[in-house]
């Protein structure tokens, strides 16, 4: 059973900043694309931002300059530094591994809530 533990999440002020962390086995995380989705209330879930195992990244245009995804390889940990945070960011986000090759192998963290609030 592969496993995605998420941490991080809480309520900051706009404007402010946050740092989520998803932690998995090494075995998973040497081979499979991570990345970070979000599903806002009301809306679909949408992807944030992911980096392969050769750490190449993609985010969505909506975070660029204001999000970035980085991993640990050492930890076998993905980190999504958030700053500059807009109530538009309130969302549940979910660390997600794929499998570079094939989608039969995608997995999903629990969720870690963020909300943007004064």
């Known amino acids: 059973q592969v496993q995605l533990v998420e941490s991080g999440g809480g309520l900051v002020q706009p404007g402010g900043s946050l740092r989520l962390s998803c932690a998995t086995s090494?075995?998973?995380?040497?081979?499979?694309?991570m990345g970070w989705y979000r599903r806002a209330p009301g809306k679909q879930r949408e992807l944030v931002a992911t980096?392969?195992?050769?750490?190449?990244?993609n985010s969505a245009d909506s975070v660029k300059g204001r999000f970035t995804i980085s991993r640990d390889n050492a930890k076998s940990t993905v980190y999504l530094q958030m700053s500059s945070l807009k109530p538009e960011d309130t969302a549940v986000y979910y660390c997600?591994?794929?499998?570079?090759?094939?989608?039969?192998?995608?997995?999903w963290g629990q969720g870690t809530q963020v909300t943007v609030s004064s």
């Open positions: 997600n591994a794929r499998h570079p090759a094939t989608l039969f192998y995608n997995y």
């Open positions: 090494r075995s998973i995380f040497s081979i499979y694309t």
């Open positions: 980096v392969t195992s050769a750490g190449d990244t």
